[in-house]
Structure formats: structure tokens, C-alpha cells
């Protein structure tokens, strides 16, 4: 459930920390919490949802795809006395169809997306597009590189994928 959620939690908290700016004519303009419009930007209650708001989505971010490769471990050493073919299948929802030397994969690309989402909220202008085109070359070439998927249809829609979002930002 928690992977199904993570685009949710990540765009969520990303509203948290965004302001939205309002032109009050002759009173000049002001900036608002896109979560909240009830709270003006700059405020104290601001700056304690903003830092709330930071930590859960770098906890949530990092530590989802951290904790699924630590549980993995555990039962491979705790549960299943060093068999990880059997915790791996224990664990098929996030290693299933991944070869037997990448079945971290899923991680890798949950911390992909998560950057993706960061750099497009947080990094403006051109230096946005750099950084989205070097995490997506990056990521392009690992998913080449390590050949993480047994089925060739899901390498093949995944460099798909990456490659559309290389071209795109191109």
C-alpha cells in the first residue's frame, strides 16, 4: 500500500511547502500556502508546516525504499537462514520480475521518481531542465547497464518511458 500511495504522499507534501501568490490590488499582493489558503506565507504557522512538510517527504521518500530493501535483508538472514531466494519471493510485491542480482530495483526507481518530483518543485528555469535531463540520462543508462527486468516487454517499456522523459526535457 505504502508504494501505491508514494506519488500521492510526495505530491501532497509538495503543497505543503508551495506558496501561491494573490493580487489584492490596492493592498498590494500577498503569498499563501497552496495546501491552506488560511495561511499566509512567511508566518511562523507557515514556516512550522514547511519544515513538517520537508521532513516527512525526505522520510517518506528515502527512508520507504530503504526500509523495503532492509526487510528484504532481514528475513533473508533472521527468517529464512540466508535463503534470499525465499525471502525475495516472501517479498514478491517489490521484487517479483526483477533479476536475482537487482531485485533492489524497485527501490532504485521509487527514489527516481521521488527525485524527479523534487527537482520539479523545488529548481526553476534552466537549471530544472539540466537536472531533470542528467537524473533521467543516469537513470536511462543504469536501467541499460543492469538489465533489471527477466520479461525483454517491461525493459522495453520502461526505457521506453525514460526515453520519452529524455526526449521531452531535451
Not at 22 to 30: A, L, N, V
Not at 33 to 58: F, N, P
Not at 83 to 95: H, L, Q
Request: net charge neutral.
Amino acid at each position: 500500500v505504502l508504494y501505491i500511495v508514494f506519488p500521492t504522499m510526495l505530491e501532497i507534501n509538495g503543497r505543503m511547502t508551495t506558496c501561491e501568490q494573490y493580487d489584492f490590488g490596492p493592498r498590494g499582493t500577498k503569498k499563501f500556502l497552496l495546501a491552506d489558503r488560511s495561511i499566509e506565507c512567511g508566518t511562523e504557522k507557515h514556516d512550522s508546516y514547511v519544515t513538517i512538510a520537508l521532513w516527512q517527504m525526505v522520510g517518506y521518500s528515502l527512508m520507504l525504499p530503504l526500509l523495503s530493501i532492509t526487510v528484504v535483508l532481514a528475513f533473508t538472514y533472521v527468517v529464512f537462514d540466508g535463503n534470499s531466494k525465499k525471502a525475495r519471493d516472501s517479498f514478491f510485491f517489490i521484487t517479483g520480475g526483477l533479476r536475482e542480482s537487482v531485485w533492489f530495483w524497485e527501490s532504485v526507481v521509487s527514489i527516481r521518481k521521488a527525485s524527479l518530483v523534487f527537482i520539479m518543485m523545488y529548481l526553476f528555469g534552466t537549471l530544472r531542465i539540466y537536472v531533470d535531463v542528467w537524473l533521467i540520462g543516469i537513470s536511462l543508462l543504469l536501467t541499460i547497464s543492469l538489465d533489471p527486468y527477466v520479461e525483454t516487454i517491461v525493459r522495453r517499456l520502461d526505457l521506453l518511458s525514460q526515453s520519452v522523459l529524455y526526449v521531452t526535457f531535451n
